[in-house]
């Protein structure tokens, strides 16, 4: 009867996803944000025990950047091509032995309760079906105290970073397309998009203790033309995180479970 309660809650969760969500593209090994998402976590929570967890870990660039402070990186994902790829990576760099990647089916991560050192979440929550199982099982599997480092697309940046399918427009970049009101932007957007209020009370309701959160400063990975983009690296868009909303692509967070 449980069993039966559960699974009716979790495909009512299902049905209530964005219609229109589309799935993540994994950030590439070059991208300047693997930088500024490293240093902020390691700021901000220091490692800690030896196993650490990236839900949504795409194809591993990110997660292998934390490789030398834990012993063992695990890497969840809904893609078997992007954990196969996460292997080959790993492998290439001597990890053997020291990578796990786990095949996560949208309701709960392959992994016993209170069994990871640290997490790590960058652009995925927008694209999941259910935020809920998602979280819930972010809270489970790690130990009590431990961080959970996850980041969103933010509200207030310029362009809508996923692009949105809209009537007649080719271009699905429109600026300021994600400061329209919720259920406007939701019905076309390819991704969720939060405030960074949105984001805290999400994770507080889902058992975690929020202890730092900001904006990433936009990197300009788009910006083809070097010198334009190395000049507004160096300065307008400097530092790694800001608290100007209107200078950053996505919110980040830092919790503890509790």
Known sequence: MCRQM??????NEFQAAP?????????????????????????????VGSVLLDFGCGSGAQALLFAEH?????GAD????YLREFHRKAVARGLTGHFQGLYYDGFRLPLASA?????????????????????????RVLKPGSPLVMSVPNRW?????????????????????????????????????????????KLQNHGFEVTQSAYVTAPM???NWRPLRD???????REDVTRIPFLATAVIVCARKV
């Not at 559960?6 to 495909?11: A, C, E, L, N, P």
């Not at 834990?70 to 695990?74: E, K, V, Y």
């Not at 809904?78 to 091509?81: C, D, L, Q, R, Y």
């Not at 790590?120 to 927008?126: A, C, G």
């Open 6 to 11: 559960t699974h009716s809650k979790q495909m």
């Open 19 to 47: 219609a229109n969500l589309a799935g993540g593209k994994p950030a590439g090994d070059e991208d300047f944000i693997l930088a500024r998402r490293l240093r902020t976590a390691l700021a901000w929570a220091a490692p």
């Open 70 to 74: 834990f012993h063992t990186i695990l």
């Open 78 to 81: 809904v893609s078997e091509g």
């Open 115 to 139: 069994s990871v050192d640290y997490a790590i979440s960058f652009e995925v929550l927008e694209h999941v079906e259910s935020e809920t199982e998602a979280l819930t099982e972010l809270h």
């Open 157 to 201: 940046w310029i362009f809508e970073t996923h692009g949105a399918s809209l009537p007649l427009l080719p271009w699905n970049r429109v600026p300021f397309f994600s400061w329209l009101p919720k259920k406007i932007h939701d019905r076309y957007a390819r991704a969720r998009i939060y405030r960074r209020r949105e984001i805290v009370d």
């Open 221 to 223: 990975d788009v910006l």
């Open 231 to 237: 000049a507004l690296r160096s300065t307008i868009f």
